[in-house]
């Protein structure tokens, strides 16, 4: 075998070990972003368990074959970085939003999340939802709430019973 064949076999599958451990692929172009800043996007990646691998298109594509994510394939187009990692893909999506703001040819084009794929309109939705965290709390509110009108509520029976009693004793007193 070519040494040139197997080192692309070896990078397909690299591509496919990565691709099966993760929870998420995001795709991004990056045209016209140095290394500085490239190196600046996957440090802050990292510090959200994500990693950024610029892959060669062709080879990307024989791997997601392989792995029958055949309806991955459309986005695959120009300069491709993929994004992927375990953890919450909405805070690597929101990272990414940012990154873009902050480097001109970062753009967040599209994602495969739990079995689906969402095109760049459909990942800038993903970004602007709440964080997972932010999500429990507002879940964890909703259900809080009926409870604490409810001691509310009997808290001020209690308190008019115990005013209006209070009342009573007050005018047998002073009668």
Do not use: W
Not at 103 to 121: C, N, S
Not at 128 to 156: C, E, H, M
């Amino acid at each position: 075998m070519k040494v040139g064949t197997l080192t692309r076999q070896l990078m397909v599958n690299e591509y496919k070990k990565r691709i099966q451990s993760s929870q998420y692929i995001l795709f991004t172009n990056f045209k016209g972003i140095n290394a500085i800043a490239m190196n600046d996007i996957r440090t802050k990646l990292r510090k959200i368990s994500s990693e950024m691998t610029v892959v060669r298109n062709n080879l990307l594509r024989r791997a997601l074959h392989e792995l029958q994510l055949q309806e991955i394939l459309d986005c695959i187009q120009g300069e491709v970085g993929i994004v992927y990692g375990v953890g919450d893909p909405i805070q690597v999506a929101k990272q990414l939003k940012d990154l873009s703001k902050e480097h001109e040819g970062l753009k967040l084009r599209a994602g495969y999340l739990e079995g689906k794929v969402f095109d760049e309109k459909g990942m800038l939705r993903i970004a602007d939802l709440p964080s997972r965290d932010a999500l429990y709390a507002q879940v964890v509110g909703l259900i809080k709430s009926p409870i604490s009108n409810l001691v509310y509520i009997l808290k001020a029976n209690i308190n008019a019973l115990v005013n209006a009693l209070r009342q009573i004793k007050e005018k047998k007193e002073s009668q």
